[in-house]
T-cell receptor, first 112, second 116 residues
Framework: DAEITQSPRHKITETGRQVTLACHQT?????MFWYRQDLGHGLRLIHY???????NKGEVSDGYSVSRSNTEDLPLTLESAASSQTSVYFC???????????FGPGTRLLVL | AQKITQTQPGMFVQEKEAVTLDCTYD???????LFWYKQPSSGEMIFLIY??????QNATEGRYSLNFQKARKSANLVISASQLGDSAMYFC?????????????FGKGTKLSVKP
């Protein structure tokens, strides 16, 4: 069955370190998204991609970057982790004509 | 500005009863889609139901239905015959087809607790 996976599921890091969160989908979806979820804010869009080599900034993109070298993967990089980036991170994907975004299981990141 | 508002931070419902979770939205785009997601305590985001702005009929998926009132800009989720497993956070979301094509805007969620 097609799926979307995230790794690691839990991560503890220190401020200033570079961290990369992986997202891999086997739906063959063109569109991929990264969100963060914080109490009181719901889910907020960090970056998104509509296809290979395409990346775009979302609502809360400062301090994050993404790259899309193939259809299946959209890794999210925190260039220099900050305590404010402690959050739960969700990756999602959707097809060209399919409306629905399907979410990965999430990654809990703690920045100390 | 595009916005989703869920005014009920928390709700209780008795098992086997129906419950309505409120969602209002704001957009100037004539073409948009409305979604509901469920997030149980385990943390995953589960898609429940979708309504397009041009759909004539309210969407239904099993025990879930979406009460779409376009003039009022509301998209309430109705869960019939509540079950204990329905206890979760519920998020309303909107996708517009303007400049931010494909991006979802989420409300802050409603925590539903089903009482036995």
């Amino acid at each position: 069955d097609a799926e979307i996976t995230q790794s690691p599921r839990h991560k503890i890091t220190e401020t200033g370190r570079q961290v990369t969160l992986a997202c891999h989908q086997t739906w063959n979806h063109n569109n991929m998204f990264w969100y963060r979820q914080d109490l009181g804010h719901g889910l907020r869009l960090i970056h998104y991609s509509y296809g290979v080599q395409d990346t775009n900034k979302g609502e809360v993109s400062d301090g994050y970057s993404v790259s899309r070298s193939n259809t299946e993967d959209l890794p999210l990089t925190l260039e220099s982790a900050a305590s404010s980036q402690t959050s739960v991170y969700f990756c999602a994907s959707s097809g060209q004509t399919v409306e629905t975004q399907y979410f990965g299981p999430g990654t809990r990141l703690l920045v100390l | 500005a595009q916005k989703i508002t869920q005014t009920q931070p928390g709700m209780f419902v008795q098992e086997k009863e129906a419950v309505t979770l409120d969602c209002t939205y704001d957009t100037s785009d004539p073409s948009y889609g409305l979604f509901w997601y469920k997030q149980p305590s385990s943390g995953e985001m589960i898609f429940l139901i979708y309504q397009g702005s041009y759909d004539q009929q309210n969407a239904t998926e099993g025990r879930y239905s979406l009460n779409f009132q376009k003039a009022r800009k509301s998209a309430n989720l109705v869960i019939s015959a509540s079950q204990l497993g329905d206890s979760a956070m519920y998020f309303c979301a909107m996708r517009t087809y303007g400049g931010s094509q494909g991006n979802l805007i989420f409300g802050k969620g409603t925590k539903l607790s089903v009482k036995p």
